[in-house]
Nanobody
Framework: QVQLVESGGGLVQPGGSLRLSCAAS????????IGWYRQAPGKERELVAA???????NYADSVKGRFTISKDNAKNTVYLQMNSLKPEDTAVYYC???????????WGKGTLVTVSS
């Protein structure tokens, strides 16, 4: 079983920056495709950024060049650095991963990011 806990959300002005953290309950070597999704009110949940099984990264077109996903394996933590934030980035951001042992998907409870002046 895997637990994912997000932190770092909050209120930020347009053009500002924020870094989200996702702490996993066990080694992220055992979690595939770990990354971030987001969901704004009235909209579908969408992929923001994630690692692939080939250690490559996928980014939503809307965040390319502004967001960067990274990880610290020793700390079992994945980060999302968000720069040049826009009001349309406002959403609940969820950490997500797939258990490498049994393929079960795990989600964090989410952290709210609000971009507003």
């Amino acid at each position: 079983q895997v637990q994912l806990v997000e932190s770092g959300g909050g209120l930020v002005q347009p053009g500002g920056s924020l870094r989200l953290s996702c702490a996993a309950s066990r080694s992220i070597f055992t979690i595939n495709a770990i990354g971030w999704y987001r969901q704004a009110p009235g909209k579908e949940r969408e992929l923001v950024a994630a690692f692939t099984s080939g250690s490559l990264t996928n980014y939503a077109d809307s965040v390319k060049g502004r967001f960067t996903i990274s990880k610290d394996n020793a700390k079992n933590t994945v980060y999302l650095q968000m720069n040049s934030l826009k009001p349309e980035d406002t959403a609940v951001y969820y950490c997500h991963g797939v258990d490498a042992i049994d393929g079960i998907h795990y989600w964090g409870k989410g952290t709210l990011v609000t971009v507003s002046s």
